[in-house]
């Protein structure tokens, strides 16, 4: 059985900051995949993902790199345009191309110990899809597309439909300073983590930036630093390769705050350069103080 299996689509990125415009693949599979592949072969992985023909060589380059993936087809391909002002935390949207949703019918057969869906929008995974995988693992969530919907091209935030029946289902949850306050009003993230926490989630993960992230288990919280990157180039894709690194060590039963920590130097170290993470362990270990 494998044992971290990420669902989601790739998309077609533009990336547009005050100094460049970057156009590549992206999405929550697409950069999750390529941390992953960066490190040691400790855990076995899988992608589903779903995307129009335009983007079936980014498939085959995945699969070239080694990655597990299977691809079913879809009408259109997700495209994105990311703009960036001066502060790098925040972004403006657009979704050019929407691709179909993924349906029980393809993940019938899938199986792995920990399911990451890579929900980029609302309408992604029906609650019944979470439902059937739930039944077959444990489910890991990155909560931003459930927030996220277009109208005429433009990404509005929204609450977040079925919530409470998606968030039962949910062994771990991670979302960052922004998302908190859209799911539940609050400013707090230790009060938005116990909130959450009482619907079910087993570890709740908020990252919040230069100020590090908040793990909460098993009744207990875990401060995260951030470690300090020589720069600043690019910060798309640091939510998918902190999830990467905090499954990556979660499914081999390392604690929270290690776990923690390898993420967050693998997030520093992405924030460093444009595309997906590409550096190596030891450049982790040297970076987490």
């Given amino acids: 059985?494998?044992?971290?299996?990420?669902?989601?689509?790739?998309?077609?990125?533009?990336?547009?900051?005050?100094?460049?415009?970057?156009?590549?693949?992206?999405?929550?599979?697409?950069?999750?995949?390529?941390?992953?592949?960066?490190?040691?072969?400790?855990?076995?992985?899988r992608l589903i993902t779903k995307v129009g023909s335009d983007a079936l060589p980014e498939v085959e380059r995945l699969r070239t790199a080694g990655v597990d993936v299977t691809c079913y087809p879809s009408e259109h391909t997700v495209y994105f345009e990311n703009k960036y002002g001066t502060d790098a935390n925040r972004r403006t949207q657009r979704v050019l191309a929407k691709a179909d949703p993924f349906t029980i019918e393809e993940l019938q057969d899938a199986e792995a110990r920990i399911f990451h869906l890579g929900s980029l929008l609302n309408d992604d995974f029906s609650p019944e899809t979470v439902r059937h995988l739930a039944s077959r693992g444990r489910i890991s969530i990155d909560v931003q597309g459930f927030l996220r919907e277009v109208r005429r091209m433009e990404v509005y935030p929204i609450d977040w439909r079925n919530k409470e029946e998606v968030l039962g289902l949910t062994d771990i949850l991670k979302l960052n300073e922004h998302e908190m306050t859209d799911i539940s009003?609050?400013?707090?993230?230790?009060?938005?983590?116990?909130?959450?926490?009482?619907?079910?989630?087993?570890?709740?993960?908020?990252?919040?930036?230069?100020?590090?992230?908040?793990?909460?288990?098993?009744?207990?919280?875990?401060?995260?630093?951030?470690?300090?990157?020589?720069?600043?180039?690019?910060?798309?894709?640091?939510?998918?390769?902190?999830?990467?690194g905090y499954l990556y060590c979660r499914s081999q039963g390392i604690g929270y705050e290690a776990s923690g920590k390898f993420a967050a130097a693998m997030c520093t170290l992405k924030l460093e350069h444009n595309g997906p993470f590409d550096r190596t362990i030891e450049e982790i270990r040297r970076t987490i103080i």
Avoid: N
């Fill in 185 to 244: 009003g609050l400013h707090d993230p230790r009060t938005v983590a116990r909130q959450l926490a009482e619907y079910g989630v087993r570890e709740v993960v908020i990252t919040l930036g230069s100020y590090g992230s908040l793990i909460y288990a098993e009744g207990r919280f875990y401060e995260i630093p951030a470690y300090k990157p020589t720069a600043i180039i690019d910060t798309t894709g640091c939510g998918d390769t902190y999830s990467a």
């Fill in 1 to 45: 059985m494998t044992d971290i299996c990420c669902i989601g689509h790739i998309t077609h990125d533009t990336i547009i900051t005050p100094k460049t415009r970057v156009e590549m693949a992206g999405g929550t599979s697409f950069y999750f995949a390529h941390a992953i592949r960066q490190l040691p072969p400790a855990v076995s992985f």
